[in-house]
């Protein structure tokens, strides 16, 4: 061995030891990627257990965001504060339930009683007529099993969703109104709190993020509320006019379940329909025609119209996540999922579109 061999550990010997360390970086480095995915499942199957929760929350949000813009616009025309006018925005709205409950609430319970003795017979003049035609077998085993489907017990437990939680419907309903309370009036400190839970250099954009999806929702609420408005007015005269029975009880339906868009007007339309078998054959043709134009007028100038003003959202993608959050959290996913899908569109165009991809776009 030479000199400058002395000192030198064989090759043989250093590439064992080069292939070690190799070998321990790489358990290494699989047994901190396990960890992190052991962690991040761990947190998804805690976050899907506690989903009914967390849709509460949002819910209450939701009612909070409403709540503070009616008494910001009430603060900017008047001399009262914004918590003033909260306060009597919430005081109008116990009001109006209370006033309208006395007058009409014994009416809208006597419509619904008397339409829930008209639907069985409907349903045996509608199974009468449809006998008469070839396919019209098939189509009632088709209603039967639908039938059959919603009214297993398990398939009501999923449905129930929330309301079959120890606290029930009412239970869930107070929390929600409680939380919105304490959120409209102090809405920056729950945002401030949030914003401190990442760096200081980044909080600027979670206020922005903030901002922005307070913007959005506050618009897809506007939007909601000005179509359920129309829907239910336009029903009503359009009802009255063709002389159909219960036309309040219907439009007042019809309101409702516009509040879940594409999957909600079609709903509605059932009822109205048998009601119409009724009335006869020519009754139920004018029905349809009337609900159709007075869906086309909400779909093509209403909801336009006032989404102009905030995120648009494709109906495929909007219908798919009804369809997802209805399956997986029940009747409470199903009527939370349009604003979630808001909420989701903004924080991909803000944090991903925009800040990782680098591309300029205009958000809502």
């Known amino acids: 061995m030479s000199f400058w061999d002395k000192g030198r550990m064989p090759e043989s010997e250093a590439t064992d030891r080069e292939q070690a360390g190799g070998w321990s970086t790489s358990r290494l480095l699989t047994k901190r990627t396990l960890i992190v995915v052991a962690a991040i499942a761990a947190l998804l199957l805690m976050v899907w257990q506690v989903a009914q929760i967390l849709l509460l929350i949002f819910a209450s949000i939701l009612l909070a965001l409403f709540l503070r813009s009616f008494a910001i616009t009430i603060s900017e025309h008047t001399a009262l504060t914004v918590n003033a006018s909260l306060i009597l925005v919430v005081l109008i709205l116990v009001t109006s339930f209370v006033v309208i409950g006395a007058m009409y609430g014994p009416d809208i319970a006597d419509g619904f009683y008397q339409l829930?003795?008209?639907?069985?017979?409907?349903?045996?003049?509608?199974?009468?007529?449809?006998?008469?035609?070839?396919?019209?077998?098939?189509?009632?085993?088709?209603?039967?099993?639908?039938?059959?489907?919603?009214?297993?017990?398990?398939?009501?437990?999923?449905i129930a969703g929330i309301f079959s939680t120890a606290f029930g419907g009412i239970g869930s309903t107070l929390i929600v109104l409680v939380l919105s309370l304490y959120l409209a009036a102090d809405p920056k400190s729950y945002i401030d709190s949030?914003?401190?839970?990442?760096?200081?250099?980044?909080?600027?954009?979670?206020?922005?993020?903030?901002?922005?999806?307070?913007?959005?929702?506050?618009?897809?609420?506007?939007?909601?509320?000005?179509?359920?408005?129309?829907?239910?007015?336009?029903?009503?005269?359009?009802?009255?006019?063709?002389?159909?029975?219960?036309?309040?009880?219907?439009?007042?339906?019809?309101?409702?379940?516009?509040?879940?868009?594409h999957i909600g007007p079609i709903i509605a339309t059932v009822p109205a329909v048998m009601v119409g078998l009724t009335e006869g054959g020519s009754m139920v043709l004018y029905v349809f025609i009337l609900y159709a134009v007075i869906q086309a007028l909400e779909s093509y100038l209403i909801t336009p119209y006032i989404q102009k003003q905030m995120i648009s959202i494709a109906p495929a993608w909007l219908l798919a996540a009804q369809l997802v959050m209805g399956a997986s959290f029940g009747i409470l996913g199903f009527l939370l999922a349009p604003p979630l899908a808001v909420v989701v569109m903004v924080l991909v165009q803000m944090l991903y579109v925009r800040d990782v991809l680098g591309e300029q776009m205009e958000l809502p």
Request: glycine content about 8%.
């Open 116 to 158: 829930s003795l008209q639907l069985p017979g409907t349903l045996d003049k509608m199974e009468h007529n449809l006998k008469h035609y070839d396919w019209g077998p098939a189509f009632l085993d088709t209603l039967a099993r639908a039938g059959r489907a919603l009214t297993d017990p398990r398939q009501l437990a999923g």
């Open 194 to 261: 949030a914003a401190r839970l990442v760096a200081q250099e980044r909080r600027a954009r979670v206020y922005e993020a903030f901002e922005r999806l307070g913007h959005a929702l506050r618009w897809w609420l506007l939007s909601r509320i000005v179509s359920v408005v129309a829907i239910g007015i336009l029903t009503f005269v359009g009802l009255l006019i063709l002389g159909m029975p219960f036309a309040f009880i219907l439009s007042l339906v019809a309101a409702v379940l516009n509040f879940i868009p």
